[in-house]
């Protein structure tokens, strides 16, 4: 029985090992060049971008009731 649970052992040990091998690996990001508002280049990983792509964007309303705007304290 022991001689079982040492290749059970082993064989979870090696499915274990592939995913530490894939988190090794030296996989270079696909990085975008972008520029900021003060016009300086800057690079940024293209997943970064893809997941700020993917968020709501604001309504005019929103962005209106969040603002300090003079008209909005008259009214």
């Keep these: 029985m022991g001689n079982t649970k040492n290749t ?3 064989s979870r040990r090696w ?3 592939l995913f530490v091998a894939a988190d ?3 996989v270079k990001p696909e990085m975008v ?3 900021t508002a003060d016009g300086k280049l800057v690079e940024i990983d293209k997943a970064v971008l893809d997941e700020a ?3 709501q964007k604001s309504t005019n ?3 209106f009731d ?3 705007n003079p008209s909005k304290e008259n009214s």
């Design 61 to 63: 309303k929103e962005i």
């Design 15 to 17: 499915f274990f090992s």
């Design 53 to 55: 792509a993917k968020k």
């Design 33 to 35: 060049k972008m520029l």
């Design 8 to 10: 059970a052992d082993k």
């Design 24 to 26: 090794k690996k030296n």
């Design 66 to 68: 969040w603002m300090k």
